[in-house]
């Protein structure tokens, strides 16, 4: 077995970067190098402000920094030096082309994989680690092999990530499980111990599962899709709990009590958002479409479909609320990113909604905590040949507290379920708004009937009005 000694990750994203930095915290003999060409984001690995924000990340990445683990913009260095290579790139959906808005962009991937077949001069494992469809690793295989020889070798495993952002760093220290696939050869066996043997120096023996590449590969897109699927049914349940007069966080408790179903998942909001969930699917219905499984592909895109919907229900519901007419009203919007605990903004429900409100001609105000305001106006706004920016900052504000976000507001919209909004002093900010004071809660995190007592009126998601 091939015992790995350093470890080169291309990408210093949102994977690769926590995932490389656990490894180099639990395997302090092993050299890890996350290579980037951005060297804007290298330089941010290496300041004091790490360029991703998720807790434990930043005591485990200066534990390790310049010991074993190094951040660096000599990715062909790295790719010679290294036994295994993480590829982890960005996989965004195409735009324009063959599967446009559907299929994965793989152009990052295929540029890696050939840089690594130009660099290489000793065998190497590379290893996928970008969320991939189905079947990407034979395209990778096909370009390795042409330049192996007989002296060079290439072995591919998959090894999708199961990361939670917001919890990145517990999910990688005690996994559920840990998955790898490999071609069932002699060698791909050998190269799936090696890595395993990476893990399994702090991930229990029985959670790493070896399966065949195609599985592995197929297993990453299912699992995000069967959970996405789960959020969307609770999500349409809460539309039928509203016209009936139901609870839906009593439903979804009654539901979750049954062991074959369980309680995860099962939380009513404004929608999912994420680097994963939408893109994984819409993966999964392209993968159903070329393999001629229309009905598959239909049924997976409909999770979509109701994660849509539920975003303009929702902002529906504010409008009609605010007796049809939100122009020139001050809406303060409290969350952009899209779950607590994280930066990220990738396909936030707030998006959506913001724009949504802006269309309507809403001054909007907003406030997180961790979210950077060039940021918010890069997602809000549209730049390009159009550039639609200064127009949107007619509408738009970006505070930095939550109060003064609120100050004269008509209505609050809870759209991340940040802790510290569980913590404000609503009576304050009902005092400071315009009246009637309405609260539209979309993460169902907040007390209603205190905040009835208080004068707002309110409206949750799924809940009784």
Known sequence: MTQVKSIC??????????????????????????????????????????????????????????????FSTEVDQAIDQADLIFVSVNTPTKRAGVGAGRAADLAYVESATRRIAQVAKSSKIVV???????????????????????????????????????TAIQDLLKPDRVLI???????????????AQVYTHWVPQERVITTNLWSSELSKLAANAMLAQRISSVNALSAICEATGADVDEVAFACGRDSRLGSKFLKASVGFGGSCFQKDILN???????????????????????????????????????????????????????????????????????????????????????????????????????DNRAMVGKQLT???????????????????????????????????????????DGRLMLDMPKLKAIGFKTQAIGKPC
């Open 284 to 386: 999964l219905v392209y993968l159903a479409e070329q393999m001629n499984l229309p009905e598959v592909a239909a049924y997976w895109y409909q999770v979509i479909l109701m994660n849509e919907h539920q975003k303009k229900r929702f902002v529906s519901n504010i409008l009609s609320t605010l007796f049809n007419t939100i122009t020139n009203k001050k809406i303060c919007v409290l969350g952009f990113a899209f779950k607590k605990d994280t930066g990220d903004t990738r396909e936030s429900a707030a998006i959506t909604v913001v724009k949504d409100l802006l269309q309507e001609q809403a001054r909007v105000v907003i406030y997180d905590p961790k979210v950077a305001d060039e940021q918010i106006w890069m997602d809000v706004s549209e730049p390009g040949v159009l």
């Open 128 to 166: 996928e680690k970008s969320t991939v469809p189905c079947r990407t690793a034979e395209s990778m295989r096909a370009i390795l092999e042409a330049n192996a020889t007989t002296d060079l070798h290439f072995d591919i495993l998959s090894n999708p990530e199961f990361l939670a952002e917001g």
């Open 398 to 440: 970006i505070c930095k507290d939550a109060y003064e976000a609120a100050k004269d507001a008509d209505a609050v919209v809870i759209l991340t379920e940040w802790d510290e909004f569980k913590t404000l002093d609503y009576q304050r900010i009902y005092q400071d708004m315009n009246k009637p004071a309405f609260l539209f």
């Open 181 to 195: 696939g490999s071609m069932q050869t002699p060698e791909g066996i050998c190269a799936q111990q090696a890595l």
């Open 9 to 70: 990750c291309i990408g210093a994203g949102y994977v690769g970067g926590p995932t490389c930095a656990v490894i180099a915290y639990k395997c302090p003999e092993i050299k890890v190098t996350i290579v980037d060409v951005n060297e804007a984001r290298i330089a941010a690995w290496n300041s004091d402000e790490l360029p991703i924000y998720e807790p434990g990340l930043e005591e485990i990445v200066m534990a390790c920094r310049d010991k074993n683990l190094f």
